[in-house]
């Protein structure tokens, strides 16, 4: 049973990172190859957009890692609640507590999944903020 949390936390992680580079390499590679005087933008006013641009990524990385190491947390105290089910005393006991364990994995992998799309929908808003603002 803890092979199955294992396996199942881990894939759910790889899956996670992957739809997340997936994201920014799509948002991000069209930027790289246009320059700004094909806009008209001058080339103080790219390296001013640029910076921002940096920063919101930055923050969003931030804020990436900051529910990562929530992930971490989750996943101790599910580990340790794992070792629990071995302490039981009934059948009945054990299949309650497999089930919280289960039930607090689901959630932690659905807020995690939720406070990903949010952030990266954060940082699109801000990013066409930020050229909206640029081409007024």
Do not use: Y
């Amino acid at each position: 049973m803890l092979d199955q949390i294992f396996e199942l936390s881990r894939k759910a992680a790889e899956s996670s990172l992957q739809m997340q580079q997936l994201i920014f390499k799509h948002w991000t590679q069209d930027w790289q190859a246009v320059s700004p005087a094909a806009f008209g933008i001058s080339p103080d006013l790219a390296t001013t957009m640029h910076k921002r641009l940096v920063d919101l990524t930055v923050e969003s990385l931030n804020k990436q890692r900051e529910t990562v190491d929530q992930a971490f947390k989750s996943g101790i105290q599910a580990i340790e609640q794992v070792h629990r089910i071995s302490e039981a005393k009934s059948a009945d006991e054990c299949v309650r507590t497999a089930e919280d364990v289960w039930r607090k994995l689901f959630d932690n992998f659905k807020g995690q999944a939720e406070n990903q799309v949010r952030e990266f929908q954060s940082w699109a808003e801000k990013s066409f903020e930020l050229a909206h603002k640029t081409a007024a």
